[in-house]
RNA sequence: GGUUCUGUGGCCGAGUGGCUAGGCAAAGCUCUGCAAAAGCUUCUACACCGGUUCGAAUCCGGUCGGAACCUCCA
């Protein structure tokens, strides 16, 4: 089966093809490094780390490039002519790129803790200012844009006279909300719709760069179009981002792409939905944000305590990439437990063995097996239906315990079949999905302790000698340690 | 006001017109020195009103909620 995607531009589901074959070209729009990154910058990176992920598995080799937005844009459209980054500099007493480091260094951290992929390259915003005005000085040469008072403005009505301006986000120019507010610059425009490419620097503006229309600073939707356009092409495979970017920074990114390169710029577009809080979207403005520092450590007031990076990369893959997910601290429990669970059948499946051409005595298991595992990969190129990926891996997950237990025989299904479920859940669990053990990678180091507790344990409970079995059992819960008694007289353990 | 979405059982959430998604919680049973885990069973819902259809959670129209965007935003 083919991978469908659904295309924003286009609005419906198409078979995924990519313009050279064996060959994907993906830019992703990457964080602001003005402050740290927050919940909902946790789901478009583990959005488009499973679709690079599985954009791989299919055999494609993939180059992601998402960038990281250090040049500041302004705050409130130049209402102070000063720019984000800056602002907040002087509020920390920070030099800007000292700022924009620390917030870069924390968002790796971030990522690396929530098994997110590297992206293959990760431009920044200031390292291509002369990209970027090359850029404006061709859209001004092609008589797209014109310049005031040292700033350079886009002019969308004359690109939408022939362009098809709206089409992504289903504006209409003219149906626009008239904005009330006097801003800063408005009046230089032609047309309220026209936005910036590149904007004269006031002089206490610290994060300046010289062009042939005076200092400045370059818009908010060129960087994305210049690093784009150098390092994948005039057209490139897939353009992704959060639905919030659609309108206006996608919608231009399109109309500046297109007339410096005579080509729209992506083929597919890919937006992921929102992370809300309490059905509002965790945002700045909403003033709702839980920062992801504090989701690993449990200190925010709406946490009943902390929660793994994994927990949170299960519970944005519960769901589908362009739904909307209602962040609550029960919905995350729920999604910690539930993995749990799954890790745990994994661990058991791993142990599982069967002798070599074992042939499968119940054939309505072995069936029922195959059927799930064949459901994977269509759901994944069903427009990367995570959700129901986990789904099948839960439906597979009573099956490996039964079997553990004895409740279903190991020769029920055949040696290709357990091999089958091995490799299946290896691939689409870890390296598909992207989760991991965290809980096994941290008791590692206690497997010689935890075996000789066990053995003691195993002594004392062959002599009746309860007292000292529930003993070590009572105190390792109290450190967090959960032992297991099992049919068979052995003991297993798993971290709380 | 406009554009784009959306409304599913106690909670979270998949759902391509007919076939019980799944998870969490709850209850009962089995296993067990006790416990935990596990297995089995139960809880069967689609905002409302019309329409199309043999058949609608799914398609169409309307009503009422909710969200995102139109301003920095993932």
């Known amino acids: 089966m083919s991978l469908k995607i659904y295309n924003s531009y286009s609005r419906q589901k198409e078979t995924f093809t990519s313009i050279t074959p064996g060959l994907v070209g993906m830019y992703v729009c990457g964080p602001t490094v003005s402050g740290e990154s927050h919940l909902g910058h946790a789901r478009p990176y583990v959005t488009f780390d499973f679709i690079y992920r599985y954009l791989s598995y299919k055999g494609y080799k993939v180059r992601y490039v998402r960038n990281i937005t ?11 002519a000063e720019d984000k980054v800056t602002a907040k500099a002087l509020l920390e007493k920070l030099e800007p790129m000292e700022l924009v480091q620390k917030y870069t260094n924390l968002f790796h951290w971030a990522m690396l803790e929530l098994n997110c992929v590297e992206p293959s390259i990760e431009p920044t915003a200031t390292g291509h200012i002369v990209e970027q005005l090359n850029m404006i000085e061709k859209i001004i040469s092609e008589g797209y844009a014109y310049e005031v008072n040292g700033s350079v403005y886009f002019d969308v009505k004359k690109y939408a006279a022939n362009h ?68 994948l092409g005039a057209e490139f495979d897939i353009h992704g981002g959060g639905m919030d970017l659609q309108f206006p920074h996608h919608e231009s990114e399109i109309a500046q792409s297109t007339i410096c390169n005579h080509h729209t710029p992506a083929k597919y577009w890919i937006h992921n939905n929102m992370i809300t809080v309490n059905g509002r979207k965790m945002g700045k403005s909403y003033n709702n944000q839980i920062k992801l520092t504090e989701m690993f450590a449990g200190t925010h007031p709406l946490l009943t305590q902390a929660f793994d990076p994994m927990t949170i990369r299960f519970f944005i893959l519960q769901s589908h990439y362009r739904s909307p997910i209602d962040f609550s601290s029960e919905a995350l429990q729920s999604s910690e437990k539930a993995l749990k669970r799954l890790w745990e059948a994994y ?127 009572k105190q390792l819960l109290a450190q967090g340690i959960i032992l297991k008694d099992e049919k068979d007289g052995n003991m297993s353990w798993t971290l709380e």
């Open 164 to 231: 098809d301006y709206g089409k992504l986000s289903g504006r209409i120019i003219d149906d626009l909300l008239e904005t009330t507010r006097e801003l800063d610059g408005q009046e230089e425009k032609r047309d309220k719709a026209d936005f910036a490419l590149w904007k004269s620097a006031a002089p206490e503006h610290i994060m300046r760069w010289k062009s042939p229309w005076g200092d400045g600073y370059p818009g908010w939707h060129i960087e994305c179009s210049a690093m784009a356009t150098k390092y």
């Open 70 to 80: 250090d040049a500041g844009h302004f705050e409130e459209e130049g209402k102070l």
């Open 347 to 473: 661990e058991l499946l791993k142990k599982i063995t069967a002798p070599d051409g074992q042939l499968a005595t119940d054939l309505a298991m072995e069936e029922k097996i195959v059927t799930l595992i064949h459901g994977l990969e269509n759901f994944m190129d069903d427009d990367f239906s995570t959700a129901k990926v986990l789904a099948n891996l839960f439906e597979l997950a009573p099956i490996i315990n039964s079997i553990k237990d004895g409740h279903i025989a190991v020769n029920a299904i055949s040696a290709n079949t357990l091999q089958l479920m091995k490799e299946s859940f290896s691939i689409y669990l870890e390296d598909i999905l992207g989760l991991r053990n965290s809980a096994s990678i941290k008791s590692n180091g206690l497997n010689g302790v935890m075996q000789l507790l066990i053995d003691i344990r195993k002594e004392a409970k062959e002599k009746k000698d309860y007292a000292t079995s529930d003993k070590i059992r």
